[in-house]
């Protein structure tokens, strides 16, 4: 069980007499008392499940991209042929790294590549190919280029925006295969990595050695780190690691042409030419397939703490915020926001009880990374002292051991998941200046009544809200009273429409409401470069 | 006067009677005794001299890039006329923003913008265009790339590949006017900026509002932002704030044909569409010209400390900067090595006394930026009784106050300025792997003897080495006992020939020491695509 915070700052105040901030029987009188059940535990399940094991929806039931989207298929392209699966199987092997619906029927096989987890997208490809090199990618590719086919890169097909399933007969080229981690130094802290490699088993791997990797989201068990960097993933740690446009070192990558991109430096520092790797770090396999990674990892930290809290009003949650910068300074390693009506989703679908024993508007969870585990905590409990004594914070409580700092974690990482058991959800991945942040989920609430709610959590340390609007069924007039409503409200605040999920298939068509023409111009110029017969993920991105 | 470690670590071990990690009688029976002079001043300058008003060596002595490069004008750019001077008059409107050398003699007005800070470079501009706007760039270009005059974009000038000033007759875009900051959030951290802003103006107005640039290095006095984004500049803190590739949220750019590249992003995350700008980060001016830029700030720490120590073998300043990434970890901000020699250099032209007392082959300064001066203390007092009572660390002082951390890094930064009191230095900056970071000084040394001396020094924190040999004049003899010698041993290791220096006319010849053909064919089709031209800083860079 965490502990209540109260608990734990009058013990730390008896034992250090350090003089509080505020008269201490103030203190005392005004912070609430979390009274939390002995019994209580955490079993939320904080990771989501593999895309490609998740047979809990039958598959009939997914309705096709095709049917949801007003959409035709590309003439230009041509159709796979029994000749092409052979060709294919030809240049794989290995019969396994070919998935033939082409010339036999693979239904069952294939299902999980064609549809993605939320059960929003689900497309009509008839062929799977899984490479085990850069060289086969590149094979494949220049393949499909000659012939037109169109290609579909997929990773662990966890993304939220239709980006990594097929919409019609595009071949899925799944990069799982790719999967071994092929070097790493101990003093520079560069890992390197086939793009294939699951994000968990790459951070698990980098804490034996005593490192981290700069990147942690929800999906980390069925992630690729290849899928990551094309999306550009920011996730729970962004606000302490910063981007992967800056952790990126180097990547190895197939063209349409079939050419490989070889720029796998591990060097920190290379100003040798243009940076045209970061091109591929959200391109979203647009204009070509990762095969590796060159990541830079920072040591992992010693002392880890997670505090939890309950607050009265965003007014309140952006005062905690500010008081963690300045307070927590270097050791602040994660501040993420979560409403009321999010953790109502959690507790129902989960059956736990929440860590905090009253209901509040809003929560944070903030988490502390760092070298030396007395000062943090000396650091922590002054900022908590503070925050609960000025009345910031209305209750909160901090995790006491490891099991614990996951199990309120799961109560902000469930939440997607959560959703997840409704019908569907109309999800809104935004950046807007702080200020505001909230005030897009409270408008949104007014004018849409037809939802199961309007849920609104995030990184609230980057400006990156989650609107999420959970429905029984996706129907035209939810929709209309969403879109382009939110858009409209973004673009007034320049804002992004979508902050790091990416555009897929789910947002291209809302580009305009973040970029100008003249940036969407310069990005069809790079896209028809690298790939002027456009077979790479086409329907989705700039289309 | 900064003071001997011994004497404040003896002083906080009798305050704090903490166990040491080492028995205290070894630790004060191993560690010296620096003894330093009360009377000590540190007064070399620690900030290079504008380039613009850098008078102190007569044009005339410099030699033409073209006399020293064998190199030949482009017969495809037009000569300037009267005619294109009077347009560009009736653009700019002020007279004071054209410098015009084509219709009268403007030498004395033109030649700061014709050559470089280190008198290595020197072209033949007869016109220098300083524009106040965005807009007015735009026109200067469209105007330029119709005409096909080349153009060498200039921010403070302050290279060390001769990236910013013409070969030919190039007209120069100096961006000196535009210099405004546009907008500050004191919330996100996030600052607006025009391309011309001087980097330290910039940190001083951030320093009020309890921020930092994130981004340091010794020419902060002239150097301006637009030219740091160009080069990519590396710099001082890198090791903790890291590249502008991640810290760089937005730019504002102007193409070759005058298009405006309008994203100047305040988002932290915005995952719409491939990220363009990117390409302008050390892009050098080739493709576009930098007017805007939107960077995230981290907070500034109220805590700084710097060290300086001397150490025995290069051994052990590897052991030193491993303790220092594992004690000191979130705050540590700055590791910076320094060789003995260049200690030599920066002692007789500045004529100061050394921190340290004795004379060591190598010497490191580390800095540590905290947001709690008692943690910082404390761990950075753990760390020093480790690394001297290990030996690791031979002697060490540590400063005191904000004149003596200046006085200390005055020691780093003053070797680019002290040796340029040679005739000549030939500069490498490289990025090799770190156990074999000196040992190309070492076998430098054993291959060259007409020279000065070989000197190394750098950001040890992200493996990259500054190899510079000053030289009485520069001569062939020299420069071909070092290079391909040089570059050779760089390729080898698979390291940078221009870790942060970028490539101008120095080094664009050697860039296939560190680039494969296949990604040299693809920078070359960005440039293409950009500037078809090729108007923008010709003779440099791919080509």
């Not at 490609?52 to 039958?58: G, H, K, L, V, Y």
């Not at 082409?102 to 064609?114: L, M, R």
């Not at 490809?125 to 990618?137: A, C, G, M, Q, Y």
């Not at 897009?440 to 007014?446: N, T």
Request: with cysteine.
């Amino acid at each position: 069980m965490s502990a209540p915070i109260k608990t734990l700052l009058s013990r730390s105040l008896l034992r250090q007499a350090r003089p509080a901030s505020i008269p201490r029987h103030r203190y005392l009188a005004t912070i609430r008392v979390a009274q939390q059940a002995a019994s209580r535990s955490f079993t939320v399940s904080y990771r989501r499940r593999d895309a490609a094991s998740d047979t809990s929806e039958p598959h009939h039931s997914v309705k096709y991209t095709t049917d949801s989207y007003d959409i035709e298929r590309n003439p230009a392209f041509a159709e796979i042929s029994a000749e092409d699966v052979q060709h294919f199987k030809s240049i794989l092997g290995d019969d396994a790294a070919v998935i033939d619906g082409v010339t036999q029927d693979a239904t069952d096989d294939i299902e999980a590549y064609n549809k993605d987890w939320m059960n929003k997208y689900r497309g009509h490809t008839k062929l799977v190919v899984r490479p085990k090199s850069t060289e086969e990618v590149s094979q494949i590719l220049k393949y499909c280029n000659e012939r037109k086919l169109a290609v579909v890169p997929q990773g662990g097909n966890s993304g939220l925006v239709g980006g990594s399933v097929p919409v019609f007969d595009e071949i899925v080229l799944n990069l799982g295969r790719m999967n071994k981690i092929r070097s790493f130094d101990d003093v520079s802290g560069i890992l390197v990595v086939d793009g294939g490699v699951i994000l968990e088993v790459a951070d698990n791997y980098l804490a034996e050695q005593g490192y981290i990797f700069p990147l942690d989201l929800g999906a980390k068990g069925s992630c690729q780190i290849g899928g990551n960097v094309a999306t550009n993933a920011g996730g729970l740690r962004f606000l302490r690691y910063g981007s992967l446009h800056g952790n990126v070192l180097g990547i190895e990558a197939v063209l349409p042409d079939g050419t490989i991109l070889d720029d796998l430096s591990k060097l920190k520092k290379n100003n040798t030419g243009y940076d045209i790797k970061q091109l591929f770090i959200g391109g979203e396999g647009t204009i070509g397939v990762i095969t590796g990674v060159s990541v830079a990892c920072p040591r992992r930290s010693n002392a880890v703490n997670v505090a939890f809290f309950g607050l009265e009003s965003f007014e309140k949650v952006q005062q905690a915020f500010k008081e963690a910068k300045g307070q927590l300074g270097e050791i602040l390693s994660a501040f993420e926001l979560m409403d009321g009506t999010s953790q109502d989703f959690v507790k129902k679908v989960t059956g736990n009880k929440h860590p905090l024993e009253g209901e509040y508007p809003f929560y944070c969870l903030i988490e502390t990374s760092g070298s030396n585990a007395e000062h943090d905590q000396e650091k922590l409990e002054a900022f908590l002292e503070h925050v609960m004594g000025e009345e910031i914070v209305a209750d909160g409580t901090l995790a006491q051991d490891d099991t614990q700092i996951k199990a309120l974690w799961a109560w902000r990482e469930g939440i997607t998941e959560a959703l997840g058991h409704a019908g569907g959800t109309y999800k809104y991945d935004v950046s807007i200046p702080l200020n505001e942040l909230y005030k897009l989920v409270e408008e949104s609430e007014r004018g849409e009544s037809k939802a199961l709610g309007v849920v609104g959590y995030g990184h609230m340390g980057d400006s990156n809200l989650h609107l999420n609007v959970p429905v029984k069924k996706y129907s035209k007039e939810i929709e209309k009273a969403l879109e382009p409503y939110v858009y409209e409200w973004i673009q007034k605040r320049s804002g992004s429409i979508s902050a790091e999920h990416g555009l897929g298939i789910a947002k291209n068509k809302f580009i305009g409401y973040s970029r100008s023409d003249t940036m969407i111009g310069l990005m069809k110029q790079i896209k028809n470069l690298y790939d002027p017969n456009g077979i790479m993920n086409p329907y989705k991105y700039l289309t």
